[in-house]
């Protein structure tokens, strides 16, 4: 496996990578504006497929909890503005979706790469979350995540890490 090939995964400890994106509005949008609380970054494939609407709808249900944890949500995608405005607007979801078209944050985090669908291999998005601490360090990761239920994981996580 030629090195390019290898995936760098973050764990907890690790320092979160910076990021500057835009939001479906396209106003930027960086891992610093959240400084001093915790947030939950998730990279998902697409806006509007079966598992990605099913994950961010269970995440905006949870947006109340997390907030009471003091934590704030936000997706981030390949897909642009205009198609992150849709998503929202057709599933009512009150948090931020950035655009990432050229994979550049989604590779920093280790949510881009190889991975297998339906027992074929292809290069795209490694449906990842991470939970950001207040000091933006990674508290937990993790990586080709199922999409259901795993904003109750996540919620979960936070609720401990308090």
Known sequence: MCHADVVARL???DVAPSFTLPDHDGRPVSLED???SPVIVYFYPADDTPGCTKEACQFNENLAAFSRSGAAVVGISPDGAATH????E???LAFPLLSDPEHTVMSEYGAWGEKTTYGKKTVGT??????????GKILRSWYSVKA??????VLDALQHAA
Do not use: C, M, N, Q
């Open 11 to 13: 764990e907890a400890g």
């Open 34 to 36: 959240f400084a001093g």
């Open 85 to 88: 405005t849709k998503f929202r």
């Open 90 to 92: 057709k599933y009512g």
């Open 126 to 135: 490694i449906r990842s979350t991470f939970l950001v601490g207040a000091d």
């Open 148 to 153: 259901d239920g795993h904003a109750a994981k």
